[in-house]
């Protein structure tokens, strides 16, 4: 038994690290494609990329795990079969559940391992993504002086050029400097030029030469005038310098991102829910409040007091209950507590169905950390029963079947949270929604797959048509 045990791990264990680095690989290589425009041409260094594949390869272990177990556990079984060897396990009297357990206790110990990472290292590593992406995605354009079109990367500059080669060299360069004196711009023209750092990294230096300086001169007042005098200053070199500071990549504090919900862990989701419910609940009471007492008559002047009266039928026409004196009054009233009304709910209802959306968002981030361990169970038994049935190894129909059930099941999911986070249904339900459904197919597969069912096999429904064309020919 140990042999036999030691057998299928090793047959389990070298796919399941194929197909999840694999598995990794595409989905790094999907985020690529997405962030591409905001990655390309800013100047970033090559760690502070590797840096962000390193968080963002973190974030897609909740997506890549349980494709993978599905993938590998699939492979397992589909080689154990096509070998031969599954035949041998179960002629030596050890059943299928036998031969799975030591996967089972695997994959146990695998979907434990991912709780722990979901509750508490998840929520760092999608801190540092959020917060390094957000500091990418706002970085100035560095050196992408596109010809034809006015660059304002630099502050207090406008920087056009006509041509630009491979090598750096430009032509037909106009720089506007937005700092001159009384806010008037000076304007530097030269035939040509190349942008340099200075030795120190401090600085953009920009070799002008054969060009032109205009700039009017301001009058003693401060005032513009466009009849002041223009001077004009020809140069055969120049070297202007901007300040690198406005390139640098900034370093957002992270304590910005870290109240929100995907960064949090059990106990920080729990904290911040029971902190959006009170919030509700304020809410609420003073809705209700101003409400209540805008329904309520209870100005002392008009005589209000607790003195039960009977009631009074009011028509259709309600003015002519009210004495000629008052009507005025009473309906200068009635559109004060009218438009009082109005601005309690205009205020307060944005509020409440933005509370009530965070709330339920909570709600499914936190039974996201659940799902992901369940996830890896859940797909293991469809795996292993449906690789021990189709008895086909290797990377060809397993990776198929596996793409397919996944599918299924991601789609399930996603369309259950979005409903979950839109609160057309229970977000507990949303969450759990594609495990519900699943786990018959699981137990279904299990059961064909110990009864040595053809569920897959050609040759089975082939011959299973034959029969009932003869039968019919009968």
Request: one cysteine or more; glycine letters at 6%; a positive charge.
């Amino acid at each position: 038994m140990k042999k036999i045990h030691l057998l299928v791990i090793k047959t389990f264990i070298r796919p399941f690290i194929a197909t999840f680095f694999v598995v990794m690989f595409i989905l790094l290589m999907f985020f690529l494609f997405k962030y591409v425009d905001d990655l390309i041409g800013k100047g970033f260094e090559w760690y502070t990329i590797l840096e962000l594949m390193y968080y963002q390869s973190m974030v897609q272990i909740s997506m890549a795990l349980p494709l993978s177990v599905l993938l590998s556990s699939i492979m397992t079984f589909g080689t154990l079969g096509e070998n031969y060897e599954l035949v041998a396990i179960k002629s030596a009297g050890i059943s299928l559940q036998k031969a799975m357990r030591p996967l089972m206790v695997l994959i146990l110990l695998l979907t434990v391992s991912s709780f722990l990472f979901s509750n508490f290292i998840l929520p760092k590593a999608n801190l540092k993504f959020y917060s390094l992406m957000y500091d990418m995605r706002n970085k100035k354009l560095a050196f992408l002086i596109k010809p034809g079109v006015f660059n304002n990367s630099i502050p207090d500059y406008s920087i056009r050029v006509d041509r630009k080669d491979e090598s750096g060299k430009m032509n037909g360069i106009m720089i506007y400097d937005h700092k001159g004196t009384n806010g008037i711009p000076k304007v530097i023209m030269a035939k040509e030029g190349e942008m340099v750092k200075s030795s120190d990294g401090k600085f953009l230096v920009f070799n002008l030469k054969n060009g032109v300086t205009y700039e009017e001169q301001a009058s003693s007042t401060g005032i513009y005038n466009p009849r002041q005098v223009m001077l004009r200053s020809r140069f055969k070199e120049t070297k202007p310098k901007f300040d690198m500071k406005s390139f640098d990549l900034s370093k957002t504090d992270q304590n910005a991102f870290g109240n929100s919900t995907v960064m949090l862990n059990l106990k920080g989701i729990v904290k911040k829910r029971d902190s959006l419910q009170k919030q509700m609940d304020t809410l609420n009471r003073n809705m209700a409040r101003t409400l209540s007492n805008n329904f309520k008559q209870s100005n002392i002047a008009l005589g209000y007091t607790k003195v039960k009266v009977p009631r009074k039928a009011i028509g259709n026409n309600i003015l002519k209950g009210i004495p000629n004196g008052f009507r005025l009054q009473s309906i200068q009233n009635a559109a004060n507590t009218v438009s009082v009304i109005t601005q309690s709910l205009t205020n307060g209802v944005p509020r409440q169905e933005d509370l009530s959306g965070e709330i339920i968002f909570t709600s499914v981030e936190y039974q996201r950390k659940f799902t992901l361990a369940a996830s890896c169970i859940l797909l293991f038994f469809i795996g292993a029963p449906l690789g021990a049935i189709i008895r086909k190894g290797g990377m060809g129909l397993p990776v198929v079947i596996a793409i397919v059930f996944f599918l299924v099941y991601h789609i399930i999911t996603t369309v259950a949270e979005k409903s979950a986070r839109e609160g057309s249904i229970n977000p507990i339900f949303g969450m759990w929604i594609a495990f519900i459904l699943l786990t018959p197919l699981a137990v279904f597969l299990t059961y064909k797959a110990t009864v040595d069912s053809a569920l897959f096999d050609v040759n089975y429904y082939k011959q299973f048509f034959i029969k009932l064309l003869r039968i019919k020919q009968r």
